[in-house]
């Protein structure tokens, strides 16, 4: 049996391969793990324009434009998830296995499932609502027991 458990977040993704041998208790094998840019740091950091980089003309010699962000970080999400679900998707195929487990935060997970193929989809056994990026790997394993 070859199962995957993908544990992400918007900053995170750990994949664990679930090895149960005959004589043995479960253990969990780490597969891949990475961090984001999109998922770390300030907007300041990443947004090259700051305030009164487009000229002067206001009151006092203030900038009378402000850049607005117009929602850049809710397309910043939009396309960190979609990243996370075309590594998913390219890790299950990758790895022909059998089924896998998902766990993602309340927040994402929809999106994450909204991302996906249908033949990943399908091979989901159990998907849980819950941040595991930062948890140790024995505990990761009591959630899907």
């Known amino acids: ?19 149960k041998e005959p004589a043995e208790s479960p253990r969990l094998e780490l597969v891949e793990s990475y961090d984001t840019l ?23 010699g203030l900038s009378t434009h402000s850049g607005e962000p117009h929602n850049i970080e809710l397309e910043n999400s939009r396309r960190a998830l979609k990243l996370i679900a075309r590594d998913i ?13 998902l766990a993602a935060g309340k927040q994402i997970n929809g999106q994450i499932l909204g991302n996906l193929d249908s033949s990943v989809r399908a091979k989901l056994n159990k998907n849980i609502t819950l941040d595991l990026t930062k948890v140790e790997k024995s505990e990761i394993l009591g959630h899907f027991k």
């Open 38 to 60: 999109e998922g770390h740091g300030r907007m300041s950091e990443k947004v090259s324009d700051s305030l009164g980089r487009f000229g002067t003309g206001g009151q006092n």
């Open 1 to 19: 049996m070859n199962r995957l458990i993908v544990a992400v977040d918007l900053g995170h993704f750990k994949a664990y391969r679930l090895i």
């Open 89 to 101: 998707n390219s890790l299950i195929t990758r790895t022909a296995c059998d089924g896998w487990y």
